[in-house]
């Protein structure tokens, strides 16, 4: 047992550490104007550095979003084509669009219009349009919930390539705000291998002694 000590007529004595493998979480806001617009000046496809780097990354969340307008005022969405290199409106107001993000999705889709088989890692969240007149909010309370896991872990993330964009978008076009950014909030998490929660308290506990 360890060395007891008197503390206000109490016998305490330090807990013995634990060790113990856990998972641990961080959170992290990233908004879309963050990005270098030199570089990538739409929003719908763009690389942002994270905060720092994140090691041995088992999943990604996405707790909520907050997006513009999609149709019907300032800074409402464009279609952009990368091969044409021109932007145009939506012809039909959607009911939802997707986020990918480079490497790291784990969602299947089906194909458009049954074209060939489905699309196998395609999608990293989902997010649904309530509105298309009204300010985009999503939260994992009252929308699909948004989990990509990885195994074996991912050995190092430092950054996010992302894209949005529809359905019916192929690999060459996207959606973005031409006059407004978007934000995000991920939750990261990663395998720890530390000590327990409880390896700095004082108890006379036998277990923990």
Same mark, same amino acid.
């Given at each position: 047992?360890?060395?007891?000590?008197?503390?206000?007529?109490?016998?305490?004595?330090? &807990?013995?550490?634990?060790?113990?493998?856990? %998972? $641990?979480?961080?959170?992290?806001?990233?908004?879309? @104007?963050?990005?270098?617009?030199?570089?990538?000046?739409?929003? @719908?496809?763009?690389?942002?550095?994270?905060?720092?780097? *994140? =090691?041995?990354?088992?999943?990604?969340?996405?707790? &909520?979003? =907050?997006?513009?307008? $999609?149709? @019907? @005022?300032?800074?409402?969405?464009? &279609? *952009?084509?990368?091969?044409?290199?021109?932007?145009?409106?939506?012809?039909?107001?959607?009911?939802?669009?997707?986020?990918?993000?480079?490497?790291?999705?784990?969602?299947? =889709?089906?194909?458009?219009?049954?074209?060939?088989?489905?699309?196998?890692?395609?999608?990293?969240?989902?997010?649904?349009?309530?509105?298309?007149?009204?300010?985009?909010?999503?939260?994992?309370?009252?929308?699909?919930?948004?989990?990509?896991? *990885?195994?074996?872990?991912?050995?190092?993330?430092?950054?996010?390539?992302?894209?949005?964009?529809?359905?019916?978008? %192929?690999?060459?076009?996207?959606?973005?705000?031409?006059?407004?950014? *978007?934000?995000?909030?991920?939750?990261?998490?990663?395998?720890?291998?530390?000590?327990?929660?409880? &390896?700095?308290?004082? %108890?006379?506990?036998?277990?923990?002694?």
């Amino acid at each position: 047992m360890n060395r007891a000590f008197d503390y206000r007529g109490v016998q305490v004595a330090p &807990s013995h550490p634990v060790a113990k493998l856990r %998972t $641990i979480t961080k959170t992290v806001y990233i908004d879309s @104007g963050d990005r270098d617009v030199v570089k990538y000046p739409r929003n @719908g496809d763009f690389v942002v550095y994270l905060p720092r780097s *994140y =090691e041995k990354v088992v999943s990604l969340r996405v707790k &909520s979003g =907050e997006f513009p307008l $999609i149709a @019907g @005022g300032t800074g409402s969405v464009q &279609s *952009y084509t990368m091969t044409t290199k021109a932007s145009a409106n939506l012809s039909a107001d959607p009911l939802y669009f997707f986020i990918d993000v480079e490497g790291l999705n784990r969602a299947d =889709e089906t194909a458009v219009l049954a074209n060939g088989s489905s699309h196998a890692d395609t999608v990293f969240a989902k997010i649904q349009i309530p509105s298309a007149t009204t300010r985009v909010i999503y939260s994992e309370d009252t929308g699909p919930k948004n989990i990509n896991t *990885y195994t074996p872990a991912l050995g190092r993330l430092d950054r996010l390539h992302i894209r949005t964009r529809l359905h019916t978008d %192929t690999s060459n076009s996207y959606i973005y705000w031409p006059s407004a950014d *978007y934000g995000l909030t991920v939750e990261i998490e990663m395998l720890d291998n530390s000590f327990d929660e409880y &390896s700095a308290l004082e %108890t006379r506990l036998v277990d923990r002694s």
